[in-house]
Nanobody, 122 residues
Framework: QVQLVESGGGLVQAGGSLRLSCAAS????????MGWHRQAPGKQRELVAT???????NYADSVKGRFTISRNNAKNTVYLQMNSLKPEDTSVYYC????????????????WGRGTQVTVSS
């Protein structure tokens, strides 16, 4: 069973920066693509950024030029550097990984973290 644990959320003023981290742990598993989604109160969860195992990235238009996703494959960790934060970035940020393990017969599935709160004050 793969577990994802996020860290790095908090309260920051508009224009500030935060760096989120998400580490995958477990025994005998593989990770392919990883990414971040977010969900604000009363809104649907939306994709923020994704990164493949080869390093190809994709961003939501709302964060392009401000957020950078990266990963350390050796540590099964994904990061989200968030700069020039805006109040509208306030959300719970969730890490997601396409994982596979013997418990799923090595069939890929989406594994989610519990989320970390990011609050941007104006």
């Amino acid at each position: 069973q793969v577990q994802l644990v996020e860290s790095g959320g908090g309260l920051v003023q508009a224009g500030g920066s935060l760096r989120l981290s998400c580490a995958a742990s477990g025994s005998d598993f593989s990770i392919n693509a990883m990414g971040w989604h977010r969900q604000a109160p009363g809104k649907q969860r939306e994709l923020v950024a994704t990164i493949t195992s080869g390093g190809s990235t994709n961003y939501a238009d709302s964060v392009k030029g401000r957020f950078t996703i990266s990963r350390n494959n050796a540590k099964n960790t994904v990061y989200l550097q968030m700069n020039s934060l805006k109040p509208e970035d306030t959300s719970v940020y969730y890490c997601v990984a396409v994982a596979a393990s013997p418990t799923t017969g090595w069939k890929p599935y989406n594994c989610w973290g519990r989320g970390t709160q990011v609050t941007v004050s104006s």
